[in-house]
Each structure stands twice: as structure tokens, then as C-alpha cells.
């Protein structure tokens, strides 16, 4: 099983609708990032968040440090949402080297 | 936000040949900079990590010999892909990580350089 797990793994919607990505994690984390990558592959951070919620424009995110779980919600989602979205968590510990989930692959029609 | 810049963006080099990319922090000073490599299809995964003027730690299964990691000063950083050979084609990434308090840092991603080796 591991350690960071993302669902779903792929989500179609169409422009306008409301999206919400999960993340579960297994290991003690001191944070957690929402990464966006898009097809030309590079990486944008998003959020780096440990406790509560943060928003910034139609992107929120929160997470549950109790339930070791985060969420990424879109809201209007457009077509230019189009992306895979990672979650990381940076583990507990001196190194607290980044633990990436799988991504999500979000595809926004129009 | 900060930026990480990579330089170059693609490179497509003979097998064999060495290949050469550089990692810059271009507004911040980095306290550490991460090496990751990402297959398509699949996540990032850590290559090595480096502070400024130290050796870098390299994950297990990384050749060190093969990739080698210079951290000049504390803004750049280069991975040297020595004796390159088809299987290292792979989607290169770099990221630096910034003090932003006494205990709370920050991290930042590189565009990503694309190594192709025929």
C-alpha cells in the first residue's frame, strides 16, 4: 500500500462543474502539497498546507490532520484546469523528504 | 512566488555523451535542492537531495558516479547524466526548498527538463 494514495486516479467533468480530488496518507507528516502538472510537464505548487484550509481563487484546499486526509476542490472548473494533480506530504523527521501520491488526471471538457 | 528555473528544457544527446542540467533559485536563496526523476505515467521520484557546498545524498538504487550533482552556491544547482544511455531517458525535475521562518520552509519545482538519449 502506499504511503500517499490519490482518488480517483482519473476524473472527466464538464466546464463549470464543481471538483473535488482526495488524498490519504499513511505516515506522520509536518505538511502536505497540492502540485499541478500539466501536459508540457512542469510542476506548479499549488497549496503547502498543514492544518485547516486555504483558498486561492476557485482552488481550496483542506485537509483533516486527525483523518490524515486532504482534499483539493476546483470550483467553476474550465477547461485550462486540465492537469494532473499531485499530492506530496513532507514526512516527519530531519530529512523530511516530499512522499508523492500518484496524481490525479483531470480532464475539463467544454 | 519564487521561481525555479532549468536549464535546458530538452536535450536529446547521442548514447554515451554526458548531458549537463542546471537548477536555478531565481529570486531566493535555496537551503536545499532535490533531484527527481518521473517515467511517464508515473510519480516523481527522488533522486538525491543536496545542500550548498556538502555532498549530495543520493536515494537508494541512484548511481552516484552516473549522476552527478554539483551545489555551487546556494541558487544553483547542476545534475551531470554521465555516459548516458537510452534507459536514462526520463523527464528530469529539480526543486529547491527556502527558509520562510524559523521553522516553516517552502518548496518550489523546477519546469522539468526532458532528456532523451538515442
Known amino acids: 500500500k502506499n504511503e500517499v494514495e490519490q482518488s480517483p486516479q482519473n476524473l472527466t467533468a464538464q466546464e463549470g462543474e464543481f471538483i473535488t480530488i482526495n488524498c490519504s496518507y499513511s505516515?506522520?507528516?509536518?505538511?502536505l502539497h497540492w502540485l499541478q502538472q500539466h501536459p508540457g510537464g512542469g510542476i506548479v505548487s499549488l497549496f503547502m498546507?498543514?492544518?485547516g484550509k486555504k483558498k486561492h481563487g476557485r482552488l481550496i484546499a483542506t485537509i483533516n490532520i486527525q483523518e490524515k486526509h486532504s482534499s483539493l476542490h476546483i470550483t467553476a472548473s474550465h477547461p485550462r484546469d486540465s492537469a494532473v494533480y499531485i499530492c506530496?506530504?513532507?514526512?516527519?523527521?530531519?530529512?523530511?523528504?516530499?512522499?508523492f501520491g500518484k496524481g490525479t488526471k483531470l480532464s475539463v471538457k467544454p | 512566488g519564487a521561481v525555479v528555473s532549468q536549464h535546458p528544457s530538452r536535450v536529446i544527446c547521442k548514447s554515451g555523451t554526458s548531458v549537463k542540467i542546471e537548477c536555478r533559485s531565481l529570486?531566493?536563496?535555496?537551503?536545499?535542492m532535490f533531484w527527481y526523476r518521473q517515467f511517464p505515467k508515473q510519480s516523481l521520484m527522488l533522486m538525491a537531495t543536496?545542500?550548498?557546498?556538502?555532498?549530495?545524498?543520493?536515494e537508494q538504487g541512484v548511481e552516484k558516479d552516473k549522476f552527478l550533482i554539483n551545489h555551487a552556491s546556494l541558487t544553483l544547482s547542476t545534475l551531470t547524466v554521465t555516459s548516458a544511455h537510452p534507459e536514462d531517458s526520463s523527464f528530469y525535475i529539480c526543486?529547491?526548498?527556502?527558509?520562510?521562518?524559523?521553522?516553516?520552509?517552502?518548496?518550489?519545482f523546477g519546469p522539468g527538463t526532458r532528456l532523451t538519449v538515442l
Open positions: 526543486s529547491a526548498r527556502r527558509l520562510a521562518g524559523i521553522t516553516f520552509d517552502e518548496q518550489f
Open positions: 543536496s545542500n550548498e557546498g556538502s555532498k549530495a545524498t543520493y
Open positions: 505516515v506522520g507528516i509536518s505538511a
Open positions: 506530496a506530504v513532507r514526512s516527519e523527521g530531519s530529512q523530511g523528504n516530499l512522499i
Open positions: 498546507l498543514s492544518s
Open positions: 529570486d531566493f536563496q535555496a537551503t536545499t
